[in-house]
């Protein structure tokens, strides 16, 4: 793996010991080198989503990462926020915002068994992506919300078509209402040319 990693090696991860070996090297250069330098906005997208939604604290972010939504979030009135990862590395940054309750280190693919849940609110950035976590993990993210909870969560678009998270949303109608989702930009202009239009699903709903 490259010292300085890059979205090209994210998105062709393949297994969890590859997840946490790319963040561990990427932990330190992820605001500045990635987020900054690729105008990474969806961050931003999620966290005014979610307020726009009407949605409070407690609020679950799950792949938490360097902390960039719990940032936003915190800069909106939104807290208590507890964040999830499977990297101990990029929630060590995301303590040093100090905009977190709690940051716990889990993979959403399994059951939680959580922390504070349920949870009024969820949040994800960039965590449904190529290489990363499929519609498996959404019955986790179901359990982890109180009825009535606001969810926003982006799941890349490429990966939405590729992965079956349209069929996975369908299977659980029943337990979801406000059903809504939004394509949005990931990057800004800054980004490199073969991932300036690279797109996300902005999926929004209340648990039932
Ligand atoms: C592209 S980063 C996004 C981080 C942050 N949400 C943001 O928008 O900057 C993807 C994050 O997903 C985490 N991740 C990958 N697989 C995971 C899993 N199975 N469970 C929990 N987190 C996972 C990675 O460790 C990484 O921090």
């Known amino acids: 793996m490259a010292d300085d990693p890059d979205l090209n090696d994210a998105y062709a991860l393949s297994s969890k010991e590859d997840v946490k070996a790319l963040y561990r090297t990427w932990a330190h250069s992820y605001d500045s080198g990635f987020s900054d330098g690729q105008g990474y906005q969806l961050p931003r997208a999620v966290a005014a989503a979610f307020v726009s939604a009407g949605g409070k604290g407690p609020v679950l972010d799950i792949g938490a990462g360097t902390g960039l939504v719990g940032a936003h979030l915190r800069?909106?009135?939104?807290?208590?926020?507890d964040g999830i990862d499977l990297s101990e590395d990029m929630l060590q940054v995301a303590a040093m915002k100090r905009a977190y309750r709690g940051l716990f280190a889990r993979d959403v693919t399994q059951p939680l068994g959580l922390l504070d849940a349920p949870y009024a609110g969820i949040v994800s950035a960039g965590t449904f992506t190529l290489g990363h976590v499929g519609p498996e993990?959404?019955?986790h993210v179901i359990d982890a919300a109180a009825p009535g909870a606001v969810v926003v969560i982006s799941v890349?678009?490429?990966h939405f078509a590729a992965a079956g998270f349209a069929d996975a949303f369908a299977t659980?109608?029943?337990?979801i209402t406000n059903f809504k989702t939004r394509d949005v930009?990931?990057?800004d202009d800054r980004a490199a040319e073969e991932h300036r239009n690279d797109m996300a699903?902005?999926?929004s709903f209340r648990k039932a």
């Open 137 to 139: 993990a959404l019955r």
């Open 75 to 81: 800069a909106m009135n939104v807290e208590p926020i």
């Open 172 to 175: 659980m109608r029943a337990e």
């Open 201 to 203: 699903r902005l999926v």
């Open 156 to 158: 890349n678009a490429a």
């Open 185 to 187: 930009r990931i990057y």
